[in-house]
């Protein structure tokens, strides 16, 4: 007895960027806009008129959008800037999947020229922040408390100052007193 498999069918990467469009209503336009691209790039990548994307970038941005692996589209080959997945972008993506948002709701949340740093953010291009309001943004569309957040922007200032040369540990006492201060300032204390 024999069994045949069947054959595994691989959707095109412009019919599933399409298929995407098409079952969550999202307009190019705004699709472009959270990937980094203009229209007329979207409308040739759907309409095959141009070879779908290899460029690492764009395909890891249209992945973070759908909310899917940059992996599923065959064209991915290989990263081509450093990508920085840590415990507050895991814990931003676990926020918008507590709030009940999809990606795109997340990313229509925000201004226009705000999304496409929103995207890097989610797939660990840029970093979280420094800037409080910044954070703070982001925070309010989860729902997320200051006392939520504080520690993640702590978190991500100790890393730029570490980055820039500073010695955490050698220099606690004055860490401590301005994160002492920030809080203050914020209200956690």
Not at 106 to 130: H, M, N, Q, W, Y
Not at 175 to 182: E, G, K, L, R, V
Request: aromatic share 8%; proline share 4%; with cysteine.
């Amino acid at each position: 007895m024999t069994s045949k498999s069947k054959p595994i069918i691989q959707i095109k990467s412009s019919q599933k960027v399409a298929g995407f469009l098409d079952s969550t209503m999202l307009h190019k336009k705004d699709f472009a806009e959270m990937i980094g691209v203009t229209l007329s790039y979207v409308y040739n990548l759907i309409d095959n008129t141009i070879p779908f994307s290899t460029r690492s970038t764009t395909l890891e941005r249209i992945a973070t959008v759908m909310d899917i692996e940059a992996e599923d589209f065959e064209e991915y080959k290989i990263l081509q800037e450093p990508i920085l997945i840590d415990d507050s972008i895991e814990f931003l993506k676990d926020s918008i999947k507590l709030k009940g948002l999809s990606i795109v709701s997340f990313l229509k949340s925000f201004p226009r020229k705000k999304r496409l740093e929103i995207v890097d953010i989610l797939r660990g291009a840029t970093p979280l922040p420094i800037d409080f309001k910044e954070l703070s943004m982001i925070a309010q569309v989860l729902d997320l408390k200051k006392d939520e957040i504080y520690p993640l922007w702590e978190n991500r200032l100790k890393q730029v100052l570490e980055a820039s040369g500073m010695n955490i540990n050698a220099n606690s006492a004055l860490i401590n007193t301005m994160f002492d201060c920030a809080k203050k300032f914020i209200n956690l204390k």
